[in-house]
């Protein structure tokens, strides 16, 4: 795991004496000295259940409980390619006690192509989390055994495509794929991870565009992995060949990688109207990511630890306007997509 810009943090422990002790003895434990007035922090996941986010947050949050000894409290609120979720957040007081788990590209497209009431300037910007490339994923009684025997499937007989969500990486995968092999897929919104990983188990689309990580590595013998849009092959399905290694460099993307990156986010206003709360959760945030109980679960969660990636708030930041001018370069794909199909 690569950590980056983590502040002032020396008066954290490095290990967890154990996830069973209470929020306000574990922030003793830890240090942390001040405590928030509030009961607890509200954890909003703008998809449903089961789903590579709402993992994620799961996963994360008993460790960051500990250090900053209040409880998190896990809300859902899929819909919208995470709009509803993202609204939820918008419409948050910034006081500290809302953060939520989101996703780039999704988010940065809610706001550009969505008409979302909201922009990159309403959220503060705690870190990154992880990075989960893009993948093709396909039911294990198909013809077809890679990406590059999908696309001449899918010349001769069409294919139906289930992606995570109307605006985001896979959908611009599926759309790519497309556009360069002129096929005619017929692409599905399941509006989640856990949906389009349940569509191809049971066998219901043609293949399903995900990530390892959320796809869950644990169905490794469950389903043909037809290739990552990336050049180099990933970690968590290391039999899995890259776009490149199959011959597919002319699809775009493939050099840099397309792929989610995971990023905790809080209501805009909090770093500058109540610095030192933003930067207790800030600091609080990247010392439960090398938390041992946290390390301990993420690695038996489908091998998670291998692709965490911390950046703090200053460098997230950035990365956001950086993928909000990726998203417009590709504005016509998504619309198109969006508006006339």
Known sequence: MALTDLGRREFLAAGVTGLSVTAAYGAEAFGVTERFDEARVTAVVPWAQGGGTDRAMRITTPAWSDRLGIEFVVENYPGGSTQVGGEELYNADPDGTTVAMWNMPQMQATWLFQNAPYGMESFDYL???????????A?????YDDLEEFVEYAREDGATVGITSAIGNTALSALLVEDTYDLELTVVNMEGGAEVRQAVLAGDVDAGVNQPWAFNPDHVDDVLALGSHTAEPQVLWPDTPSFADLGLEEVPLVEEGL?????????GGLRENHPEQFERLAETYAAALEDEAFLAEAENQGGLDEI???H????????????????ETYADVVENFIYDR
């Open 127 to 137: 870190g990154t989390h992880h990075w989960d490339p893009t993948m093709w994923f």
């Open 139 to 143: 039911p294990p009684d198909r013809p």
């Open 259 to 267: 792929g989610q990156w995971k990023l905790m986010v809080v209501p």
């Open 308 to 310: 965490l990636e911390y």
């Open 312 to 327: 703090g708030p200053d460098e997230t930041e950035a990365e956001v306007e950086e993928t909000s001018q990726f998203m």
